[in-house]
């Protein structure tokens, strides 16, 4: 059996798909959909401009191996995220400068990585963001041991697939099916152009609970009972 699996390259997500949800915060979408949010454990290394959308590029590489990754840099596509299953591995980190700089001038952009980071000054410095969960100085070599590009990965306890959306903000990283997408943003854009809509009201005087109907929920519960 093979050491290296490796599926086909996904078409792109759609670009308007890509447009709109850079106007959506993630956690506005977090507000109706449960499904997708990778694990809190992963977090940027640096502050984030905005949302950053792109499409899935998959990776798996085991323990101390990065052979597959050096290789998966050569099929990424401007705007693709490489997304990168650590299999379990925490204490080796498989991204740092130099791979972060290859990643960003293949055009990747963004990379989510399930395991550990070295060099972050050297990431933040190339431009490339980046979530992951944490820093190491213990890093990975070329061993050939083997590992999977393009095909089902696990990354923050969410299933990727090569060519899902993969949004990304400074609250959290979503993980969306394409066939879904359109609902979600039709929803999330809605919602967005709802925000903050009590703030004029609040600053005039008048209270959250009253806006929300929480008062009137606690109130009624509080009330003497018949």
């Given at each position: 059996m ?10 792109q ?7 709109g ?8 979408i977090?507000h109706?959909?449960h499904r997708?949010f990778v694990?809190n454990?992963?977090r ?5 401009p ?12 085991p323990?101390t191996d990065?052979t ?9 596509r401007?705007g ?9 591995d925490?204490?080796h ?9 290859a ?6 952009a ?5 395991g550990?980071?070295?060099?972050p000054?050297e ?8 979530y992951?969960t944490?820093?190491s100085?213990?890093t990975?070599r ?6 999977a590009?393009?095909l089902?990965?696990?990354c ?7 060519g ?6 400074q ?5 969306l099916p ?5 609902e ?6 809605a919602?967005q ?6 703030r004029?009201?609040?600053a ?7 806006l ?15």
């Amino acid at each position: 059996m093979k050491k290296y699996q490796i599926g086909p390259v996904p078409p792109q997500v759609d670009p308007r798909l890509i447009d709109g949800f850079t106007g959506v915060e993630i956690a506005t979408i977090g507000h109706f959909r449960h499904r997708g949010f990778v694990n809190n454990a992963l977090r940027p290394i640096a502050p984030l401009p905005g949302v950053i959308a792109g499409t899935a590029i998959t990776v798996a590489i085991p323990g101390t191996d990065s052979t597959m990754l050096h290789h998966a840099i050569s099929v990424l596509r401007p705007g693709d995220i490489l997304v990168i299953d650590r299999l379990g591995d925490t204490r080796h980190a498989c991204l740092g400068g130099g791979v972060a700089f290859a990643a960003k001038t293949a055009g990747a952009a963004a990379v989510i990585l399930d395991g550990p980071c070295t060099d972050p000054d050297e990431i933040i410095e190339v431009g490339l963001p980046t979530y992951c969960t944490g820093v190491s100085a213990i890093t990975t070599r070329l061993n050939d041991l083997g590992g999977a590009l393009n095909l089902p990965v696990s990354c923050g306890n969410v299933p990727v697939l090569p060519g899902d959306l993969v949004l990304l903000d400074q609250c959290g990283v979503l993980i969306l099916p394409p066939d879904e997408a359109d609902e979600v943003l039709a929803e999330a854009t809605a919602r967005q152009a709802r925000a903050n809509r009590n703030r004029g009201r609040i600053a005039a005087g008048e209270k959250l609970g009253d806006l929300s109907g929480a008062s009137r929920m606690v109130a009624e519960d509080m009330a003497p009972k018949p």
